[in-house]
């Protein structure tokens, strides 16, 4: 039987530099040490409220455009928003932003939205702002080890 505890990442990635910034998320939550967690990237539009309700712990991710989270993002919230908010309260998250000077808007409006879900922040957000630099890519695969070896510690 499987018994794996299930970690999905949402991601928008639509440049090299967010292509590499979601890879190394999925390549820190699917660290070779952490044995009893099954990883799942989708992207936003190609996720959906039943692949909420089957996970024990979310990582989303966005760009910030024009202030606010990505559209495929926000489509994602409107989908599993009400099909979601009654089922998946406590639900252990996290998220990461890709801004190229900002990124307060994209914060904003996913800790109002999470909020209403009532999920459960588990790792500090991370901003990647500014010019890109090579060093996001370390924060984020520290992101996805992280959240993937506390799930599988028991640890929420
Ligand atoms: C139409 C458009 C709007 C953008 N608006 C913002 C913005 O409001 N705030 C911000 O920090 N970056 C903004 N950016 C920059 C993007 O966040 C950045 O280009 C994106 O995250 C991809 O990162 P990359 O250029 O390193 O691939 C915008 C980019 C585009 C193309």
Same mark, same amino acid.
């Given at each position: 039987m499987d018994c794996k505890k299930k970690l999905l990442i949402v991601s928008h990635a639509p440049? #090299? *530099? $967010?292509?590499?910034?979601?890879?190394?998320?999925? !390549?820190?939550?699917?660290?070779?040490? /952490?044995?009893?967690v099954e990883v799942t990237v989708l992207a936003p539009l190609d996720a959906g409220p039943e692949d909420v309700l089957a996970c024990d712990a979310i990582i989303l991710?966005?760009?910030? *455009?024009?202030?606010y989270m990505s559209g495929a993002l926000k489509d994602f919230f409107d989908r599993s928003y009400? #099909?979601?908010?009654?089922?998946? !309260? +406590?639900? #252990?998250?996290?998220?990461? /932003?890709?801004? +190229?000077?900002?990124? $307060?808007?994209? !914060?904003?409006? /996913?800790?109002?939205?999470? $909020?209403g879900l009532r999920w459960k922040?588990?790792?500090? #957000?991370?901003l990647c702002r500014g010019e890109y630099s090579d060093e996001f890519e370390g924060q984020c695969r520290e992101l996805g080890m992280y959240v993937a070896a506390s799930l599988d510690a028991g640890l929420f």
């Open positions: 440049s #090299p *530099n $967010t292509l590499t910034l979601r890879e190394a998320v999925a !390549q820190g939550a699917g660290h070779e040490d /952490i044995e009893n991710g966005t760009t910030e *455009n024009l202030g009400y #099909p979601c908010l009654e089922k998946t !309260q +406590g639900l #252990p998250f996290t998220y990461y /932003i890709r801004a +190229g000077h900002d990124g $307060t808007g994209t !914060q904003r409006a /996913i800790e109002s939205i999470t $909020t922040t588990v790792q500090e #957000p991370l």
